[in-house]
């Protein structure tokens, strides 16, 4: 991962209920909450996808990488869509740049 990135260095993992928290879904890294809702099926499944973030973002600049790579035209959409999805987890193309 870029050493430039503004997150949270991962791992992001869940963090499970307690005490404290019981009906909580919760992400957290580094001592910082990152994500932090009502559990339900549909806020654990968020959390897993978030707590994943690091890891997929990785994956997918490796990913590029090696597209980048690769002969011929298949993977030019492939690479677009890399691309974009990085893109969109730096924040390029929104409103938060101003930050």
């Not at 992001?12 to 909450?33: C, F, K, L, N, Y």
């Not at 990152?34 to 654990?44: F, G, V």
């Not at 499944?45 to 090696?66: F, T």
Request: glycine content about 8%; charged content about 20%.
């Amino acid at each position: 991962m870029s050493s430039t990135s503004k997150w949270t260095p991962g791992p992001w993992q869940i963090i499970e209920p307690t005490a404290e928290h019981p009906s909580r879904a919760m992400v957290g890294a580094r001592g910082v909450d990152i994500y932090d809702a009502p559990l339900t099926n549909e806020t654990l499944a968020n959390a897993r996808l978030i707590a994943a973030a690091p890891a997929l973002y990785g994956a997918c600049h490796e990913a590029l990488r090696m597209v980048r790579n690769c002969p011929g035209n298949w993977e030019n959409a492939v690479r677009e869509q890399l691309e974009a999805a990085l893109a969109k987890a730096r924040g390029a193309n929104d409103w938060s740049g101003a930050l």
